[in-house]
């Protein structure tokens, strides 16, 4: 995963996440890793802290660890790990006025409260999609890529998401 933040690119990895100082073009200067366990990376950033999910149980991963962890990065030069969260499978996130998502697979699509970064807490889950990736859409939209579809949700009130559209399934052709 790549996410610019500030004049620094966060990129997600197996083995963790890599921080580049891209201020100057020319000159781009590697800041320092932030490790983890070998595992499958997304990563995005919001207010000087990076939220990287972790899931077990895939090619990218030998282990069943399954989590969010918030790391500090106000100094790029020493991420420093605040706090983890138990997930059931998470693949991608985003986030968007302290209204956190992660896509959960076949496990649906989670809605967390991250107002305070030290205690998010899970509001509501939707279950009956398979979502793998996330796209914030201004503080209230967000678009979900799901397996062989793409839906729409406005989640103003995160305990009663309304489906705004969805077009697919879509099938493989040869």
Known sequence: ?????????????TTGMDIFDVSSPDTIVFKSTYSHLKSCDPVIVYN???YVTLRGNAGCNMNNTNQLEVIDIKDVSNPQLKKSYEMLSPYGLGLANNKLVICEGDNGL??????????????????GITPYDVI???????????QGDISQY??????NPVLLSKIGPFHKTN
Request: glycine residues 8%; negative net charge.
């Open 48 to 50: 000087d802290l990076a």
């Open 110 to 127: 989670r809605l967390l409260e991250a107002t305070d970064p030290m205690n998010i807490k899970t509001v509501n889950t939707i279950t």
């Open 154 to 159: 406005r989640i103003s009130d995160m305990n």
């Open 136 to 146: 914030p859409m201004g503080n209230d939209n967000i678009l979900i890529m799901g």
């Open 1 to 13: 995963t790549l996410y610019p933040y500030k004049n620094y690119l966060f990129i997600g990895g």
